[in-house]
């Protein structure tokens, strides 16, 4: 089963998927196979297909939905900065530090390539002359190219907005701009080529600020087989030398999986003392024992007998689903020992008693009366 999503991400039908902003060049395809052979087997060709070169006008991506908290790519740099020339510069920067590392791959800004543009720039003196001032202009301008909407008609059960707009000629072809006319408040009508001139630049397609600071996503994928956190930190220990040498106002920090488990870390350190404070108060309770307490709760780091051992066996990193697991097997030990101490406390209520076995055999002997 295939769906298609074109101009923007899917809705959040999985708990650790982001949906993507809308964006008139995104795609988005959603394969479900029938087991994991079938999806490794599409992953895999896909994968070829893209190294080939078969998609060439397209940055084409192929992953899978994982469990944990959402992050869209395993190896995430942010750089922050006042100016966007020198931003740009610093990013491309740690962009080729980040794909000289061979477990990283496809490495790219999240802003993009910078896009040409046609600014207008306006004559002040001009404007004064012919009674403009720049809002008059820029708002003539809107409803000449994009339009106002001025009323509103019913079609079927839904309403439609009426938009007034320029003939889509005028608006559409680059060279007649200049031929619009403005209207004055003394209702003259002025050609725009008469209060400025047009002028083509490269501008950034997305800016995008983080604690109001412009900021530039440095974003790559990782290799088959390697964890996302170790290949940040390794990647992140190589761009020291270009941190060191950052102008002042400018920062490079470390996102994606790592400071997601950082902040999942925290949140949990945070509740953890409440969580043993409840958990001993509710053994307690049920023991009414000092001693049978924390030998109860002592059973709960147990758990790591078997988690760290099949953590190392098949190269999983030991993040926030781990701990949660381990969280839960450690509440599982505690109630097997609660069970247990309670089962012996009955039998003795019965009438038996604890025997004391030694660790040395004993040895009996018969004698023969004569």
């Known amino acids: 089963m295939v769906d298609t999503y074109v101009g923007g991400g899917a809705p959040r039908f999985f708990l650790s998927l982001n949906p993507e902003m809308p964006d008139p060049a995104f795609a988005k395809l959603i394969v479900q196979t029938p087991d994991s052979h079938a999806r490794d087997a599409l992953k895999r060709r896909m994968r070829e297909r893209i190294a080939a070169g078969e998609f060439a006008a397209a940055r084409v991506r192929v992953t899978q939905l994982l469990f944990g908290p959402p992050v869209p790519f395993p190896v995430v740099f942010r750089v922050s900065g006042p100016d966007l020339n020198v931003l740009r510069g610093v990013s491309e920067a740690v962009r080729k530090v980040v794909a000289a590392n061979p477990l990283t791959r496809d490495a790219f800004l999240e802003w993009g390539e910078r896009a040409s543009g046609y600014r ?48 889509g000629s005028q608006r559409e072809n680059l060279g007649n701009l200049n031929n619009m006319t403005l209207t004055n408040s003394a209702g003259t009508s002025v050609p725009l080529a008469q209060v400025g001139h047009f002028q083509a630049v490269m501008e950034e397609p997305v800016l995008k600020r983080r604690n109001r600071a412009t900021t530039v996503e440095v974003r790559a994928d990782i290799i088959d087989g390697v ?4 290949v940040e930190m390794a990647v992140y220990k190589d761009l020291q030398p270009l941190i060191a040498k950052l102008p002042a106002g400018y920062r490079i920090d470390i996102g994606g999986p790592v400071e997601e488990s950082a902040k999942a870390n925290v949140a949990l350190a945070a509740l953890f003392p409440i969580m043993i404070l409840l958990t001993l108060t509710v053994i307690m309770f049920q023991v009414r024992s000092f001693g049978v307490m924390f030998m109860v709760f002592a059973t709960a780091p147990l758990g790591l007998i078997g988690a760290v051992p099949t953590l190392l066996l098949f190269n999983q990193p030991f993040g926030f689903n781990a701990i949660l697991g381990l969280i839960g097997i450690g509440g599982i030990l505690m109630r097997n020992t609660l069970i247990f101490t309670d089962q012996i406390r009955q039998n003795q209520d019965h009438g038996m008693r604890l025997v004391k076995r030694s660790s040395k055999p004993r040895c009996a002997a018969r004698g023969q009366s004569s």
């Open 227 to 230: 964890q996302p956190p170790d």
């Open 120 to 167: 207008l720039v306006l004559d002040q003196d001009r404007l004064r002359l012919l009674g403009f001032t720049p809002n008059e202009v820029k708002s003539q301008l809107n409803a000449l190219l994009s339009g106002n909407p001025i009323t509103e008609v019913r079609e079927g059960n839904r309403t439609v907005s009426v938009v007034a707009r320029a003939q």
